[in-house]
């Protein structure tokens, strides 16, 4: 699974590299440890007044449809194998598709003597194939939104640590994949973001890193250091 991750890319330079609107995270400053329920910037298009928008915009990762309960989960991520059938997730895979920016994620070793963090990371922004689901607060009347991160089975560093990974885009699918309008065949693009996503893990490395990351109350994610190698 992927449960925790890293974004300290300013709002200007995911602008440039995605091409994209600031929309709501027009103020993203960056963090190193982005945790469950939190609010994080993903890209992503949509339809407005007969024309298409690409924008960065804050969403809460968990996501929760318009549909469900409040009291339903919320998960933080879809598999890759089932994301196009399944019914938390088919709706979204059709048309509701976004990329969660990352410059790295985590991944925790059982060890004698507790939970050892590892961080996985390229060499630049990496670009995280994500679902979203806009939601109308009854009460305020204002939308919102929520993400989740598709995973798929290990095959870069943290295969080492973990069985899951998430499911990265080169940048040749991004297009595709932030097009709003339904995908013909679901089938056909989970099998490109599968050969998409082995060729982005080739370039993938890790290391350990601070037990302080385990805890999402006592870390800082403002501190460069969460991300900075130990022994």
């Excluded at 995605?18 to 440890?33: I, L, N, Q, R, V």
């Excluded at 070793?109 to 990496?126: A, R, S």
């Excluded at 109350?217 to 190698?229: E, F, R, V, Y």
Aim: proline share 8%; hydrophobic share 35%.
């Amino acid at each position: 699974m992927c449960g925790r991750y890293a974004n300290d890319v300013k709002i200007d330079a995911l602008m440039r590299t995605f091409d994209a609107s600031p929309g709501t995270a027009y103020d993203w400053a960056g963090a190193f440890s982005i945790a469950p329920s939190t609010h994080a910037p993903i890209v992503r298009e949509w339809h407005h007044e007969d024309a298409t928008t690409r924008e960065v915009d804050y969403a809460r990762w968990g996501l929760r449809p318009s549909w469900a309960k409040d009291s339903g989960p919320r998960p933080i991520n879809a598999r890759l194998e089932t994301a196009a059938t399944n019914g938390m997730f088919r709706t979204a895979f059709t048309g509701h598709r976004c990329v969660v920016p990352m410059v790295g994620y985590y991944e925790w070793e059982d060890t004698p003597t507790g939970k050892q963090p590892h961080y996985i990371h390229g060499t630049g922004i990496l670009a995280a194939a994500g679902l979203y689901a806009p939601r109308k607060d009854d009460r305020t009347g204002e939308w919102a939104l929520t993400y989740t991160i598709i995973t798929r089975e290990a095959r870069d560093a943290s295969g080492e640590v973990h069985d899951r990974m998430p499911t990265f885009l080169l940048p040749d699918l991004w297009d595709g994949w932030l097009d709003p309008e339904p995908l013909d065949d679901p089938l056909e693009m989970t099998a490109r973001l599968a050969e998409s996503s082995d060729a982005v893990a080739q370039s993938l490395t890790s290391y350990r890193v601070s037990r302080q990351v385990n805890s999402t109350q006592k870390a800082d994610p403002t501190d460069p250091d969460l991300i900075a190698p130990i022994d």
